[in-house]
């Protein structure tokens, strides 16, 4: 038998929503367009929102799909958005569509990850640039953090470790502070206990960089990119909101060359010098 804790007040939650959003209840009110004394009212549960008006203040906060059903559970109402396995056929589109991108941006390095950084699917491009990991890292379900900061992932062969990993620790933090994910929270914390090692071999920043790159020690040189995500656009389900795409392109002619030879088999995968040692 399942316990299910009580849920918190819908006006409990709207508040700290609106407060994680650094909103007043006047810009919020405003917004929504009703009076201060009115959402004043709907937070310390003198007044019960109508399912309308928990959507519209979730909209306007920016609540993550998959939290505006907890809102609308607190209300006493019914989910508004489905939440779906990424199996399931319902999803088949996306996930051709999400497959589809991923093989035509190889030999480049794409992925498409969940809400916690978990891969659910990637190009050769990746495999390629993993090689060399260790295999308990590479054992489903594969976290994408954990695979390049642990120091037996990739953190070793990234040139500009200290630069990439606050990067990323400062974009997870923009995630907590967006969603409050309890799991996000315990992931950062076991990356800030990861040691960081001795930096002064890294390479030093390239003033020509507009954005943090990924840079890749192998033994064929260094391989650099650039990262962008992508999200699918006005999703109404949970699962497929979540979803997000890490695409990775060269920034220099050498990375696209090598790229390219790797995944032809011209060379061997970018294992860097110690792990090709051994």
């Not at 990991?133 to 594969?142: F, G, H, N």
């Not at 953090?145 to 997870?172: D, E, F, K, T, V």
Request: some cysteine; hydrophobic content about 45%.
């Amino acid at each position: 038998m399942t316990v299910i804790g009580k849920l918190r007040p819908v006006g409990e939650l709207l508040r700290d929503w609106r407060q994680r959003r650094r909103m007043s209840q006047l810009d919020l009110a405003c917004e929504v367009g009703i009076s201060t004394k009115h959402l004043s009212f709907l937070e310390t549960g003198r007044s019960h929102p109508s399912r309308e008006m928990v959507l519209n203040l979730a909209e306007r906060l920016g609540v993550p799909l998959r939290d505006q059903n907890i809102l609308l559970g607190a209300a006493g109402y019914t989910p508004a958005f489905s939440e779906r396995l990424p199996d399931d056929p319902a999803l088949l589109v996306a996930r051709r569509s999400i497959d589809m991108l991923l093989a035509a941006h190889d030999p480049n390095p794409a992925l498409a990850i969940d809400r916690h950084w978990t891969m659910v699917s990637w190009n050769k491009g990746v495999m390629n640039l993993a090689a060399g990991a260790d295999p308990l890292l590479l054992r489903p379900p594969v976290n994408l953090l954990r695979l390049s900061l642990h120091p037996a992932g990739l953190a070793p062969r990234i040139a500009n470790l200290p630069a990439w990993r606050a990067h990323i620790i400062q974009r997870l933090r923009r995630q907590i502070e967006t969603a409050g994910d309890t799991v996000l929270i315990d992931l950062l914390e076991e990356i800030l206990d990861y040691p960081v090692g001795d930096a002064s071999g890294r390479a030093p920043p390239d003033p020509d960089d507009v954005a943090v790159p990924f840079r890749l020690v192998t033994i064929d040189g260094i391989l650099s990119f650039y990262a962008t995500t992508m999200v699918f656009g006005a999703p109404i389900d949970v699962t497929l909101s979540e979803l997000a795409i890490e695409a990775f392109f060269p920034t220099d002619a050498e990375t696209t060359r090598i790229m390219r030879e790797m995944a032809d088999g011209t060379i061997s995968r970018p294992m860097g010098p110690q792990s090709a040692a051994g």
